[in-house]
Structure formats: C-alpha cells, structure tokens
C-alpha cells in the first residue's frame, strides 16, 4: 500500500494493529502500578517493533522505490497534527479497552499513528535513505510517547487503580512518575524537532 501510495490498502492492513495491545498494556501496568505487566508489554512491544523494522528493512533492500512517495515522504516529518493525532489515538484506544467501544476501529487508529511511520522506517534503512529513515523514526517515537502519555492520563482521569488499597498508593505514585517522564520526553522531542 506505502508504495503503490494507496491509502485504502494501507488502512485495510492496519486493521490487525499489533502495536496496540502492547501500549495499552503499558499505560494499564503503569497506572495499576503492575511491574510484571508493564515488563511483558515492553517486551511484547520491541519484539514488535523489531520485527517490523527489520521485515520493512528487507523489502526496503529488495525493492527499488523512489522515496518521494506522498505515503513515504508524509511520514518523515513530525508535525503538530501528528503529535495531536498520537494523542487522540491513545485517549482512544485507553477509551476503549474501559468503555467497550470497538476495539477494530480504535485500533486502526492507533495503527494509523505507529504502524505505518515504523515501516516507512525500515523501508528507508534498507535503502539506505539514512537521513529519511531517521524522520520517520522520529515520528515513531513521538507517537510511542504520546500513545502512552494520552493511555496513562486517560486511565488515570477514569479512576483506574488496584483493587486492593495497600497497592493504590504505589500505584498512584508510578502514574504521577509516567506522566511526568513521558511529558518530558515529549517535551526534549519537541524541542529537538521544532528547534
């Protein structure tokens, strides 16, 4: 779909969203203050990520492209709206897992904010596009952080915690410490993008 610059192939295939259950499972484990969890959704995630990049890389090597495809060139800058979207995916898909929503569509939507920039990625590393591939990498990591950051804080506004009392209050503190790292962290990116 990203290189025959076809949207709607590229929507139809990100239907799966493998990058969602791993995120939301991290903002779940930070606000519940689960350790375990939030080490399988780590885990779970690189794995994730690795095996995108390293796939796309290949095709990225075996395929000759021209990068200036709108669906690859869109995906090496990071912008406002795609920090805004990031955000909005992560309410979203936090909305959902506590709601009941679909999760196909709120999946999609996290997809459309992670998926696609990841492979973008790998495809320009295979290329060897060094400068390109880092953009796109960029924006993966602003929508990582964001994704996360919208999960936490949604869970958290929603009154997620344990169960049990005596787990609440080291809980509370790890969601306190997320919010404040991930904010950080966003804030560096932006810094480093926009400077």
Known sequence: ??????????????????????????????????????????????????????????????????????????????????????????????LSMTTGVSSALIGVMVAVALLPPLVVSGMLLGSGNWVLATGAGMLVLVNLICINLAGVMTFWIQGIQPRKLWEAGRATKATKIAIILWTLLLIALVLILFS
């Open 1 to 94: 779909g990203i290189l025959q610059d076809n949207v709607a192939v590229i929507i139809g295939a990100m239907v799966i969203a493998p990058l969602l259950g791993p995120n939301l499972a991290l903002a779940l484990a930070t606000t519940l203050g689960d350790i375990d969890l939030a080490r399988r959704a780590m885990k779970a995630n690189a794995a994730e990520i690795l095996a995108v990049l390293s796939f796309a890389a290949l095709i990225g090597y075996l395929l000759k492209f021209d990068p200036a495809i709108p669906q690859i060139i869109s995906r090496t800058k990071v912008g406002l709206g795609d920090i805004i979207l990031a955000l909005a995916a992560g309410s979203a898909a936090t």
